[in-house]
C-alpha cells in the first residue's frame, strides 16, 4: 500500500499519528499558497490552519478526500481565499492587511533603504496585477511560481492536463506583463 493510501486510511479513522503527520506534511505547502495569493503572514496562518479544520470535518462527515490529499488541501485552500477576498472587498473603506504596508519591511535593511523601498514597491505592484488575474490564472501562477509545482503536479491539483496548464500559465503570464506595464506608465 503506497504512503499516500495509508495516509489517507488513517484519516479517515481519526488516527491521531497519521493527522500528525498530515499537518506536519502539508501545513509549510498549504501556508504558503495562502501567503503568495494573501501577502499577509497571520493571515495565511488562519487561512491554513482553517484547512486543516475543514479537512477533519470533512473526513468526520463522510466528505473527505478520497484519493488526492495535497489536490484536497490545495483546491480547499484556494476556496478559502478566493473567500477571504469576496468578504473583504464586500467591506469597502476598511484597510486590509494585504493592502497595508508591513512595518517591519522598513526596519530590516536600515543600510539601504532606496533598495528596500524599491523591492516593497516591486511586490506591491506584482500583487496588485495578480489579484486583477482570473481565478484560474491566480491559481495556476500561485502553484507554479509560489509553491513550486510542477506542470504534472499543477495539472494535478487543478484537475486539467499538462498542455492546458502550460496554456494557462503562459495566459496569465502575458496578463500579468500588461498589467504591469500598465501600471508602469
Same mark, same amino acid.
Request: net charge negative; glycine share 4%; aromatic share 8%.
Given at each position: 500500500?503506497?504512503?499516500?493510501?495509508?495516509?489517507?486510511? /488513517?484519516? =479517515?479513522?481519526?488516527?491521531?499519528?497519521?493527522?500528525?503527520?498530515?499537518?506536519? =506534511?502539508?501545513?509549510?505547502? &498549504?501556508?504558503?499558497?495562502?501567503?503568495?495569493?494573501?501577502?499577509?503572514? &497571520?493571515?495565511?496562518?488562519?487561512?491554513?490552519?482553517?484547512?486543516?479544520?475543514?479537512?477533519?470535518?470533512?473526513?468526520?462527515?463522510?466528505? /473527505?478526500?478520497?484519493?488526492?490529499?495535497? /489536490?484536497?488541501? *490545495?483546491?480547499?485552500?484556494?476556496?478559502?481565499?478566493?473567500?477571504?477576498?469576496?468578504?473583504?472587498?464586500?467591506?469597502?473603506?476598511?484597510?486590509?492587511?494585504?493592502?497595508?504596508?508591513?512595518?517591519?519591511?522598513?526596519?530590516?535593511?536600515?543600510?539601504?533603504?532606496?533598495?528596500?523601498?524599491?523591492?516593497?514597491?516591486?511586490?506591491?505592484?506584482?500583487?496588485?496585477?495578480?489579484?486583477?488575474?482570473?481565478?484560474?490564472?491566480?491559481?495556476?501562477?500561485?502553484?507554479?511560481?509560489?509553491? /513550486?509545482?510542477?506542470?504534472?503536479?499543477?495539472?494535478?491539483?487543478?484537475?486539467?492536463?499538462?498542455?492546458? *496548464?502550460?496554456?494557462?500559465?503562459?495566459?496569465?503570464?502575458?496578463?500579468?506583463?500588461?498589467?504591469?506595464?500598465?501600471?508602469?506608465?
Amino acid at each position: 500500500m503506497s504512503a499516500a493510501l495509508s495516509e489517507l486510511d /488513517g484519516l =479517515r479513522l481519526l488516527d491521531p499519528q497519521a493527522i500528525t503527520s498530515i499537518h506536519n =506534511r502539508y501545513y509549510p505547502e &498549504v501556508y504558503r499558497f495562502a501567503y503568495y495569493r494573501v501577502n499577509d503572514e &497571520v493571515t495565511a496562518e488562519d487561512i491554513a490552519s482553517d484547512v486543516f479544520m475543514r479537512l477533519l470535518e470533512a473526513v468526520h462527515e463522510g466528505h /473527505g478526500p478520497n484519493t488526492n490529499l495535497r /489536490g484536497w488541501l *490545495i483546491s480547499t485552500t484556494s476556496n478559502i481565499v478566493n473567500d477571504y477576498f469576496r468578504k473583504i472587498y464586500n467591506r469597502p473603506g476598511e484597510d486590509h492587511p494585504e493592502m497595508i504596508e508591513s512595518d517591519n519591511l522598513l526596519v530590516e535593511d536600515p543600510v539601504d533603504p532606496i533598495a528596500l523601498t524599491d523591492a516593497v514597491e516591486r511586490s506591491r505592484l506584482i500583487q496588485s496585477a495578480i489579484n486583477e488575474l482570473t481565478e484560474e490564472q491566480k491559481q495556476v501562477i500561485t502553484l507554479r511560481f509560489g509553491n /513550486g509545482y510542477s506542470l504534472d503536479e499543477t495539472a494535478t491539483v487543478m484537475g486539467k492536463n499538462a498542455n492546458a *496548464i502550460k496554456a494557462l500559465q503562459f495566459r496569465a503570464l502575458a496578463a500579468l506583463r500588461n498589467l504591469i506595464r500598465k501600471d508602469l506608465l
